[in-house]
């Protein structure tokens, strides 16, 4: 026969072991629906923190070429307005932060090296006389697929002939350029990793 310590213990246990299971389980639900969330692709109603998506317009960006080299993995029409809305995002959150040096909306929208480069660039700017600081507007994007992971998480494309216009004291100065990028989806938010910019002769 139980002692009313041990009976005490045992009546403890009892208790406890439903609540430790079930917290186990959500637990695991929960870990489950990160890992499936992430390995899916950028769901458009919460690729930006809840706001809505804006696919831009054909003369901002446009996919000239999805086409890459069979059995290689192309992004359907949702993907590419997803990932084409992040990367128009991100050249309108640098044109925000050299005109405000306000960088903390470069996160949402870059990521590693590419983040680095341009928070470096805006700091630089914000950090010259108000007459040197350099602010830009850009356009005409036009985007060939060079690479899209099987799990729907990394993209590399290039952008070819692109317009960008620079102003410092009030003149301006448009020149065209090309670049490579290379896109992460982190937790459901495209951002631009790396890139590589020149300008066109």
């Known amino acids: 026969m139980l002692s009313s310590k041990a ?29 499936t969330s992430f390995q899916q692709g950028a769901d458009p109603a919460s690729i930006f923190h809840g706001a809505l998506l804006i696919v831009p317009s054909p003369d901002q960006v446009t996919w000239k070429s999805i086409e890459v080299s069979a059995p290689a993995k192309q992004p359907d029409r949702g993907q590419q307005e997803q990932i084409s809305a992040a990367y128009w995002g991100a050249w309108r959150s640098l044109e925000r932060a050299l005109m405000t040096g306000n960088t903390s909306d470069l996160a949402t929208y870059w990521a590693g090296a590419a983040y680095q480069q341009v928070n470096a660039l805006v700091q630089t700017n914000a950090g010259l006389p108000r007459t040197q600081r350099r602010t830009q507007t850009d356009l005409g994007h036009q985007l060939y697929l060079k690479f899209y992971a099987e799990d729907d998480s990394v993209i590399q494309f290039e952008d070819r002939n692109f317009s960008i216009t620079y102003t410092t004291a009030g003149k301006s100065r448009t020149v065209h350029a090309s670049a490579s990028i290379v896109m992460t989806l982190d937790n459901g938010y495209w951002r631009i990793r790396l890139i590589s910019l020149h300008y066109d002769q």
């Open 7 to 35: 009976r005490l213990k045992l009546t403890i246990f009892l208790i406890a072991l439903p609540v430790t299971f079930f917290g186990g389980l959500l637990g695991f639900r929960l870990l489950l629906a990160f890992i």
